[in-house]
């Protein structure tokens, strides 16, 4: 009695995510059992699944074609299907996430298995070899049991599972040896009594096999011809709602050599899907090619981008739904010249029909050796599904090598002839078609990357420098990006295809600064010189990214000598190239997942074409005047680390040890001072820095604020949540002037905008003090893709206030996150219901969602409101009715309002609601 009352709900610390899929088939069911015992759901779109910001513990989802598949398990999140949830709640605990893996590796993730009356090594054996392949083993029969491995069907506990209808498979034990041996789950069905057909006398054929695992890949080509520039009078619901592409920048190689007809057909399709095309392979997300060379292929792979074929990219349009190219050995680009060692190889295939032969045809072919429909005394290799053919009996006289497809498969995911003494290769379990396991068998980038980009191979092709060139110091021109390294007036390649940034209305003076503008100091974070060759991976949460320069304090010569030492050390140099060829420094170079960040993510802000004076032309005239410029080219890295380094010393060698701590991080925001005038600006911050200041454009980590006077930029706006010294021009000016910070610090007076937009700084900032970046927090706010001023702009906004962001594109059976005061209310209910809490009118006592900052955080009736931020486009006003449907049938009030909602909110520290901020039909 006393051990059950002190026992927590089944899924306390459960904090989970459900990833949707057409194998769910009750999403919301999984969500109200789990939460209804103690955990607590996550409602984010897996498109933008954030694992870094998001805390998890588990992510139910019935596969693993999820980008954010593979940095979950290096995060220790557990993946697990809904089997978990079902499992966990009838045992009364938690089960094991391994059994219950959606990882298609651990093909006896489903089993859980009991033996009867076998010896006691075979009864080892198998248990063993389950276990470490994620099933289960249980020694009395249980109605969890999925198999009974006998010898004997007539023993107690086999008669009495049939007696109690225990839903069960009775099988040999020949079916686990075959299982083990094969490494891939074979159909049981040869294998079960009363009457197993292995155990038959007979030579009947098995029956064909369905090759389900090679839908929509068994060529490189994929369906292009049958694809039209219109959709068809009466598309499928997948086309209707085609939105795998959703914010993403594909690449189309020219190795594909599309017709202009198809190249248009293509361009409808993935703008109908979200996406965009670009001809720049450092913008895009993802590159489609066909052969895995040319500088184009060895960038994209070295920047860990989406690297695909054709066949890919249609399987996902027709599917509309991301899957990892890399899962099947044909949507990804082909090696154009075949693997070495089969080039003298003459191959059959027997024994496997439809898909499945279509696609070993092809791998065969893609090889380098040679397919044959008949086979004849000079083939070299006969490819069968199971033993009885003639091809086979053939093949045993002629002394042709005989193999499954397991050898075709994996000899060109390893990219190399893998040994026919490897008995995997040699395993036909007899009454079984192997068809049925075809196309399971996934790339080894590790192999591709050796074979086809690795460093030697992307010198040779000039996609990264040679080692000569990376032991130089890089001149100031070169070292800068390409944006910085062009007259002002001029655009860099891919920027036509890019839009201007939207302006916002006159009354928002919001600016949109893009991912490509970033500060200096962070720039030259690890003393490594920009080369503007690719976008390379962001570093593992691991590594350290915010260090101090007095912690980076290795110069140009440790980078020389750790480039001597790296040399011929596999992938610890690659890895360290990558890192010198990172655009934007260690902090904003970004990474590109493996995985390949979803298909739906928030729309990337464009990138910047020219200096920022050019910048300035792409925002209207606010309401107090010109849109100004943060004033920021922030463009040359190594040429400031450069000076930085020789004006501390006076000239000279000296590292970055030699400069004083960094004591207070600024940022300048509407200040005109270096636009047009990069030296000045270096110049500039060169002396900040000796005198402890480093610029930063990252809003939590402001203490220094400077403006000319309160403005709506992205910059002014994010950073009054770090409740930091907000100062005017003058402020910069004494600075530098001096030569120290001013003791008596002149504060920003702007009496005329805080009357015109209703609120007062100094009131705002001390509750950002009281806000502790938690303004937003337990809030999801949905923003239009098409937002005025970029999505990008406005999430960044809320996630500094420690909220939740989704892009909102019109998506039937989104599941909209209950409201940060329902939560709470219901915490207050379990406080005060066991006894165990105050439940203090504001939440205090310890939940992250709810906290001082509540007070701020609007009155009652923000009770169960959603909010949705819309422009007033015709396109944006489409999504208004849905929204409303949506939250309506989730019995939330939906609530449609102009940005001006959102920025009121940031820039005075404080929700409130006021009628004029709503927007309507």
């Given at each position: 009695m006393g051990e059950e009352d002190t026992r927590g709900p089944v899924f306390e610390d459960v904090v989970f995510t459900v990833i949707p899929s057409e194998d769910?088939?009750?999403?919301?069911?999984?969500?109200?059992?789990?939460?209804?015992?103690?955990?607590?759901?996550?409602?984010?779109?897996?498109?933008?699944?954030?694992?870094?910001?998001?805390?998890?513990?588990?992510?139910?989802?019935?596969?693993?074609?999820?980008?954010?598949?593979?940095?979950?398990?290096?995060?220790?999140?557990?993946?697990?299907?809904?089997?978990?949830v079902d499992q966990s709640?009838?045992?009364?605990?938690?089960?094991?996430?391994?059994?219950?893996?959606?990882?298609?590796?651990?093909?006896?993730?489903?089993?859980?298995?009991?033996?009867?009356?076998?010896?006691?090594?075979?009864?080892?054996?198998?248990?063993?070899?389950?276990?470490?392949?994620?099933?289960?083993?249980?020694?009395?029969?249980?109605?969890?049991?999925?198999?009974?491995?006998?010898?004997?069907?007539?023993?107690?506990?086999?008669?009495?599972?049939?007696?109690?209808?225990?839903?069960?498979?009775?099988?040999?034990?020949?079916?686990?040896?075959?299982?083990?041996?094969?490494?891939k789950k074979i159909n049981e069905r040869p294998y079960v009594f009363p009457d197993p057909q292995i155990l038959r006398g007979d030579d009947a054929r098995p029956p064909p096999g369905n090759a389900p695992h090679v839908e929509g890949a068994t060529g490189t080509l994929g369906a292009a011809p049958t694809l039209s520039d219109t959709p068809t009078p009466s598309p499928s619901e997948t086309r209707k709602n085609l939105n795998a592409f959703m914010s993403k920048k594909i690449m189309l190689s020219k190795d594909l050599n599309l017709s202009g007809h198809l190249q248009k057909t293509l361009e409808g399709l993935v703008n109908h899907g979200g996406g965009t095309l670009t001809d720049d392979v450092d913008e895009a997300d993802i590159y489609i090619g066909q052969y895995r060379d040319g500088v184009d292929y060895i960038k994209a792979s070295i920047a860990r981008k989406e690297v695909a074929n054709l066949s890919w990219?249609?399987?996902?349009?027709?599917?509309?739904?991301?899957?990892?190219p890399l899962s099947k050995l044909l949507h990804y680009p082909v090696p154009r010249n075949g693997i070495e060692g089969f080039h003298n190889m003459v191959i059959s295939i027997s024994n496997y029909n439809g898909d499945a032969r279509i696609y070993l045809e092809n791998l065969i072919t893609l090889l380098g050796a040679r397919f044959t429909k008949t086979m004849k005394q000079d083939n070299s290799h006969l490819i069968t599904a199971h033993k009885r053919s003639e091809k086979f009996e053939a093949a045993q006289e002629w002394n042709i090598h005989v193999a499954n497809h397991l050898w075709v498969e994996e000899s060109y995911a390893k990219c190399q002839n893998q040994s026919l003494?490897?008995?995997?290769?040699?395993?036909?379990?007899?009454?079984?078609?192997?068809?049925?396991?075809?196309?399971?068998?996934?790339?080894?980038?590790?192999?591709?990357?050796?074979?086809?980009?690795?460093?030697?191979?992307?010198?040779?092709?000039?996609?990264?420098?040679?080692?000569?060139?990376?032991?130089?110091?890089?001149?100031?021109?070169?070292?800068?990006?390409?944006?910085?390294?062009?007259?002002?007036?001029?655009?860099?390649?891919?920027?036509?295809?890019?839009?201007?940034?939207?302006?916002?209305p006159e009354d928002v003076e919001m600016e949109e600064e893009g991912a490509a503008e970033v500060p200096t100091t962070a720039k030259k974070a690890r003393g490594r010189p920009k080369k503007d060759v690719?976008?390379?991976?962001?570093?593992?949460?691991?590594?350290?990214?915010?260090?101090?320069?007095?912690?980076?304090?290795?110069?140009?010569?440790?980078?020389?000598?750790?480039?001597?030492?790296?040399?011929?050390?596999?992938?610890?140099?690659?890895?360290?190239?990558?890192?010198?060829?990172?655009?934007?420094?260690?902090?904003?170079?970004?990474?590109?997942?493996?995985?390949?960040?979803?298909?739906?993510?928030?729309?990337p802000p464009p990138k910047r074409a020219g200096k920022r004076k050019s910048d300035?032309?792409?925002?209207?005239?606010?309401?107090?005047?010109?849109?100004?410029?943060?004033?920021?080219?922030?463009?040359?890295?190594?040429?400031?680390?450069?000076?930085?380094?020789?004006?501390?010393?006076?000239?000279?060698?000296?590292?970055?040890?030699?400069?004083?701590?960094?004591?207070?991080?600024?940022?300048?925001?509407?200040?005109?001072?270096?636009?047009?005038?990069?030296?000045?600006?270096?110049?500039?911050k060169t002396q900040l820095r000796l005198l402890g200041v480093q610029l930063t454009d990252k809003p939590e980590a402001v203490d220094i604020l400077v403006a000319p006077r309160i403005l709506r930029t992205k910059k002014f706006v994010a950073a009054l949540a770090s409740a930091p010294l907000v100062v005017d021009s003058k402020y910069l000016d004494t600075a530098l002037k001096q030569g120290k910070l001013p003791s008596k610090p002149s504060l920003l007076h702007d009496r005329e905008t805080e009357d015109r937009l209703g609120f007062r700084l100094s009131e705002a900032l001390d509750r950002a003090r009281t806000n502790r970046h938690k303004l937003l927090a337990g809030w999801t706010v949905f923003v239009t893709k098409d937002i005025q001023g970029g999505f990008e702009t406005y999430k960044e906004i809320v996630r500094v206030n420690g909220g939740d962001v989704m892009m909102y594109a019109g998506r039937t059976g989104l599941k909209m996150p209950p409201s940060r005061r329902s939560r709470r209310d219901e915490k207050e209910k379990e406080s005060h219901g066991d006894g165990t809490g105050s439940g203090s009118e504001d939440g205090e006592g310890g939940d992250d969602t709810v906290g001082e900052e509540s007070q701020n955080q609007g009155d009652e009736d923000e009770l169960d409101c959603v909010y949705l931020v819309s422009g007033t486009t015709e396109a944006e006003k489409k999504l208004w009715k849905g929204f409303r449907s949506t939250a309506e049938k989730q019995e939330l009030v939906p609530r449609i309002v102009r940005t001006d909602w959102l920025l009121n909110?940031?820039?005075?520290?404080?929700?409130?609601?006021?009628?004029?901020?709503?927007l309507d039909e």
């Open positions: 769910i088939p009750d999403e919301q069911q999984i969500i109200d059992i789990v939460s209804s015992q103690g955990g607590e759901f996550v409602n984010a779109d897996p498109s933008d699944l954030d694992l870094a910001r998001i805390h998890l513990t588990h992510i139910i989802s019935a596969n693993i074609d999820f980008p954010q598949y593979t940095r979950a398990i290096e995060r220790g999140i557990f993946v697990v299907k809904p089997s978990w709640a009838r045992k009364g605990k938690l089960a094991g996430p391994r059994q219950h893996s959606p990882d298609p590796s651990q093909y006896f993730q489903d089993v859980v298995l009991t033996c009867a009356d076998l010896p006691e090594g075979d009864k080892d054996a198998i248990i063993a070899g389950v276990i470490a392949l994620g099933g289960q083993y249980t020694a009395p029969l249980s109605k969890l049991v999925t198999h009974i491995v006998t010898l004997n069907d007539q023993v107690d506990k086999c008669q009495t599972a049939r007696v109690k209808k225990v839903n069960c498979k009775i099988v040999l034990p020949h079916w686990f040896d075959d299982c083990l041996r094969l490494g990219l249609y399987h996902v349009i027709n599917k509309n739904k991301y899957t990892n003494t490897n008995q995997r290769y040699t395993t036909f379990p007899d009454k079984t078609n192997l068809g049925e396991v075809c196309g399971q068998t996934p790339l080894d980038m590790k192999a591709v990357e050796k074979a086809f980009f690795s460093e030697k191979i992307a010198q040779a092709q000039g996609a990264i420098p040679p080692p000569q060139a990376q032991k130089q110091h890089a001149s100031p021109q070169k070292s800068m990006p390409a944006s910085s390294a062009m007259p002002e007036n001029s655009t860099p390649k891919g920027a036509a295809q890019q839009p201007a940034p939207t302006p916002l690719t976008t390379t991976p962001r570093l593992l949460d691991e590594e350290k990214e915010n260090e101090t320069p007095e912690n980076r304090s290795t110069g140009r010569a440790a980078k020389t000598e750790a480039l001597r030492r790296s040399k011929g050390q596999g992938e610890d140099h690659i890895k360290y190239q990558r890192e010198m060829r990172r655009p934007g420094g260690v902090t904003h170079g970004g990474r590109r997942s493996s995985h390949l960040e979803d298909f739906s993510s928030p729309a300035e032309n792409t925002y209207d005239v606010t309401a107090e005047g010109s849109a100004l410029s943060d004033g920021e080219t922030q463009d040359k890295p190594a040429k400031m680390n450069k000076k930085a380094k020789h004006s501390a010393t006076g000239g000279g060698a000296s590292t970055t040890s030699e400069l004083p701590p960094i004591e207070h991080r600024m940022m300048v925001t509407g200040d005109e001072r270096w636009i047009g005038n990069p030296k000045k600006e270096d110049a500039d909110a940031a820039m005075s520290q404080r929700i409130r609601w006021d009628a004029k901020w709503a």
